[in-house]
């Protein structure tokens, strides 16, 4: 069981905006910064947001990151088919000895 | 442009001892954190542990202290993730991943390699 919860499973029309909610504690998403990752089918992860709000150069800002408390949400506006993949939120914790942790993933269908 | 090229994929019996290698290229090895994340097939991200290049200083997360050994040689830009005694439970995707982004002092994975599969069955 993942430290990080997200919902298993998100879906949208093209088009739409989706969003996706990672729940953390204090340990961890309360008092560090968020990033998140996306993993299309059959590839490695990809860096999409860092420091809760940040897009690395090549993102578009169809993509969004914020965070609120021990919470973090991402949002995608204008969904593509091209946009179905498993989002991952990661951030640092330090519940025992410091290390990263990683949500269970959502994976996000385009109908 | 950053890149990290991974070993290929492995096929070993439960109990035989395994390492695996992650190449970097287009940035200073020696300057960023380097580490492993875990895809068990079907599952989700599991962070294992990053080494810093330039003084070996480790840290791995204590799911997997004691289960694997990550290292680095600075000579040829490349980290390592070694089992000295596999199981069929080590069997899955393993990704190599450069933690360029530090803030307060905690760096997250940015680059990632393209992963090895290991698959250890008897």
């Known amino acids: 069981q993942s430290v990080l919860t997200q919902p298993p499973s998100v879906s949208a029309a093209p088009g739409q905006k989706v969003t996706i909610s990672c729940s953390g504690s204090s340990s961890n998403i309360g008092n560090n910064y968020v990033s998140w990752y996306q993993q299309l089918p059959g590839t490695a992860p990809k860096l999409l947001i860092y420091e809760n709000n940040k897009r690395p150069s090549g993102i578009p800002d169809r993509f969004s990151g914020s965070k609120s408390g021990t919470s973090a949400t991402l949002g995608i506006t204008g969904l593509q088919t091209g946009d179905e993949a498993d989002y991952y939120c990661?951030?640092?914790?330090?519940?025992?000895?410091?290390?990263?942790?990683f949500g269970g993933g959502t994976k996000l269908t385009v109908l | 442009e950053v890149q990290l090229v991974q070993s290929g994929a492995e096929v070993k019996k439960p109990g035989e001892s395994l390492k695996i290698s992650c190449k970097d290229s287009?940035?200073?090895?020696?300057?960023?954190?380097i580490g492993w994340v875990r895809q068990m097939p079907g599952k989700g991200l599991e962070w294992m542990g990053i080494i810093y290049p330039g003084d070996s200083d480790t840290i791995y997360s204590p799911s997997f202290q004691g289960q694997v050994t990550i290292s680095a040689d600075k000579s040829i830009s490349t980290a390592y993730l070694q089992w000295s005694s596999l199981k069929a439970s080590d069997t899955a995707m393993y990704y190599c991943?450069?933690?360029?982004?530090?803030?307060?002092?905690?760096?997250?994975?940015?680059?990632w390699g393209q992963g090895t599969l290991v698959t250890v069955s008897s």
């Open positions: 991943a450069r933690h360029g982004y530090c803030t307060a002092g905690n760096c997250y994975p940015d680059y």
């Open positions: 990661g951030t640092w914790d330090s519940s025992l000895s410091a290390h990263v942790v």
């Open positions: 287009g940035y200073r090895f020696t300057s960023y954190w």
